[in-house]
């Protein structure tokens, strides 16, 4: 399973970011996408998580200036970041949790990491 995110950079306090995700290999099914971020030092955070269903869940930090949203045809996850805040400066990971096969059991992959710098 790769994942491959997209669209990091830099941005001014307040400004807006778009993440992408794309997920592929062999998956057969997936139960969770998601997005973790993680500064020097600290330990890796959950940002927001979407099931396949459509639920969703956010950090506290984010809820009310984060968007996430998933594609299950495409595999696809994508974090709309708005009002960003300089805290919000970090490595964002994206990962999904899913097997490969019947009986393989479940577990997390990760992509490579896009960083997110905020200027204040």
């Known amino acids: 399973v790769q994942l491959q995110a997209s669209g990091g950079g830099l941005v001014q306090t307040g400004g807006s970011l778009r993440l992408s995700c794309a997920a592929s290999?062999?998956?057969?099914?997936?139960?969770?996408m998601g997005w973790y971020r993680q500064v020097p030092g600290k330990q890796r955070e959950l940002v927001a998580v979407?099931?396949?269903?459509?639920?969703?869940n956010y950090a506290d930090s984010v809820k009310g200036r984060f968007t996430i949203s998933g594609d299950n045809a495409k595999n696809t996850v994508t974090l709309q970041m708005n009002s960003l805040k300089p805290e919000d400066t970090a490595v964002y990971y994206c990962s999904v949790y899913c097997d490969v096969a019947l009986g393989s059991g479940y577990r997390s992959y990760w992509g490579q990491g896009t960083l997110v710098t905020v200027s204040s």
């Open positions: 290999g062999s998956i057969r099914r997936i139960v969770t």
């Open positions: 979407i099931t396949s269903g459509g639920s969703t």
